[in-house]
């Protein structure tokens, strides 16, 4: 990316690790399948270990499996499909394809479950960065967007089943895992050669899986440091700027707890996509709304589930910063964007 550019969608994908980088240089030199038995077999089987252990510590998992999968959404139908689960409409569409959405959303996105053991639950969400209070015994919590940005302990949660998704944490795109508590079991859509304890079979991805385990381990490290904490200033900083009573502008979840880097901002009359073609010219990546549904124009989901109207559900930008990210860069973002809505508002009048 030119360093002219500013990357501000971290909840898309985080830029990769330099930590990540090189442990999967190094998986590329290692030659063998993870389920040969001689001794190139199990060098590549040592690092598919060394990965799920790291994983597993990242996750305060150690009392539970780790199944390496394709990403999240795959993880999302290993542990969803077929379990008649129950979610809300603010959930990614990797769950709530599998779930009915009957669960009840307020208006700060917060989540009411009433039976935990048949429901679905994301730890944050993308868009609004509100975060959720996971349940004990609660089927299957989506961690992807909060893990490595929120301290969290799988095993101290009493949850059954968690999604994870590498690339939000600076690993590789493409890897992902689904936790699950150990005595549970899943039945496996993949099926054939009989890998991750039967759960998901095909050779295992070797590469991605040693850069996954690199990247949670630094976003462990990262987090007990409170890399996340300037951010959360800089966020602070830029929706003070950005949402003042006379500005005409919503900031959606202020108020609620959020992930420390996101900020959801409601222009009514200006639509999302138009923000961010618009701070793509001036040099800012940003989005208007999950990475997995742009290019579909429509209102956000996500906002209409929490009482916004589908007019002003498609006036939404999300902006999602990063450990990365200057404060001279925000600012610079800040005083764009807060000219491009001068202009729109005064084409509307």
């Not at 990357?7 to 994908?13: E, K, Q």
């Not at 394709?70 to 689960?85: I, K, N, P, V």
């Not at 929490?306 to 600012?331: H, N, Y």
Request: aromatic letters at 4%.
């Amino acid at each position: 990316m030119s360093r002219s550019r500013v990357y501000l969608d971290w909840n898309a994908t985080a830029p990769l690790r330099p930590e990540a980088r090189a442990a999967m240089m190094a998986a590329l030199d290692v030659v063998g399948n993870p389920s040969s038995v001689h001794a190139e077999g199990r060098a590549a089987r040592a690092l598919v270990e060394r990965a799920r252990a790291q994983v597993a510590a990242a996750l305060g998992a150690q009392g539970a499996d780790i199944v390496f999968t394709s990403g999240a959404t795959e993880a999302a139908a290993l542990a969803c499909a077929g379990r008649g689960l129950r979610c809300a409409a603010i959930e990614h569409e990797a769950v709530s394809a599998w779930c009915a959405e009957v669960l009840a959303v307020d208006a700060a996105g917060r989540v009411l479950v009433d039976d935990p053991a048949r429901c679905a639950l994301q730890l944050a969400n993308s868009e609004t960065g509100v975060v959720q209070v996971l349940p004990p015994e609660l089927a299957v919590g989506d961690l992807t967007q909060g893990v490595g940005k929120l301290p969290f302990a799988f095993d101290w949660s009493g949850i059954d089943m968690g999604i994870v998704s590498a690339h939000k944490l600076g690993g590789p795109k493409g890897i992902g895992a689904l936790v699950i508590r150990r005595g549970l079991d899943v039945a496996a859509q993949l099926r054939g050669g009989g890998q991750e304890m039967g759960r998901r079979a095909g050779t295992e991805n070797l590469v991605g899986i040693a850069g996954f385990g690199a990247a949670a381990e630094a976003a462990a490290r990262d987090l007990a440091d409170g890399v996340w904490e300037p951010v959360a200033r800089l966020r602070n900083i830029l929706e003070s700027s950005l949402s003042a009573p006379d500005s005409g502008t919503i900031s959606v979840g202020h108020g609620a707890e959020r992930l420390p880097n996101t900020l959801c901002l409601v222009t009514p009359g200006w639509k999302g996509e138009t923000q961010v073609m618009q701070m793509d010219l001036a040099g800012f990546a940003v989005s208007a709304g999950s990475a997995c549904s742009s290019g579909k124009v429509r209102a956000s989901r996500v906002l209409r589930a929490m009482g916004l109207d589908e007019t002003a559900a498609a006036c939404a930008m999300r902006v999602s910063l990063g450990p990365e990210t200057a404060e001279d860069e925000v600012m610079r973002f800040a005083e764009s964007w807060a000219a491009a809505r001068a202009r729109a508002q005064a084409r509307m009048r």
